[in-house]
């Protein structure tokens, strides 16, 4: 039995009213439900007697640069990547993945509260210092294994990445990215290589059985993608 090939989706659109739906429903929950449960896990892991200390010594030698925070707040925009760069289906299954990851990543944080090991650094100059003092007012030093900055970005990055696959040159700038963003996370003081390591993990989890959990029961629909992404590389 045959199967159409998938309609090719251009790299970068504004949402349709199909899109936008889903944004609006499944996008608005991730975001809302995002400092509710974060916030809800840090303050409990605050109140724990222990805490556990996932770094080296030598990391804690890891030079503070102030300039790493744009890259650690461009997160704010890779979560919408896909808003604009992949057909509803996909949106819909990225903003879920994130949904579960993000109860996963709470339920480590109240197993397992930890302690950053790293003193934390006020800027003198403008903006970055009212940048920092934001941060750590929002964000408590315990949150830490798994990086959901880590984990989002790349959640992110994958289906952005596996909607337009063919494009090498979009893997590149897409891996910098990544890497900058995972960087930015130790060179900000705001975590450990742990916590990144943890990061990938979990969005591995979530990519396998949650975001491709329907590819990976059905292989036809794999190569419906496959046969897609192949006829917009051909465009």
Known sequence: MTHPKEKPFPLFSLPDKKRLWVFLTWGTAALLGFPLVYGLTNYIAAQSANHYSWYFVWETQAPFIQEFVWLYLS??????LPLFMCDADRLKRYCQTNLVTLFGAAAIFILFPTQLGFERII???SPFREIFQNIHTLDKP???VPSLHVTFSALAFFAVLETHRNKKWLFAVVSIWMLGIAA???FTRQ???ADIVGGFLLAALGIRFFYLREV????QIANQHQQGAELHEST
């Open 123 to 125: 800027p003198l100059e």
């Open 216 to 219: 990976v029961e059905n292989p």
């Open 184 to 186: 930015s996370v130790v």
């Open 142 to 144: 315990h949150n830490l």
């Open 191 to 193: 975590h450990h290589i």
């Open 75 to 80: 997160l704010n925009i890779v979560i919408f």
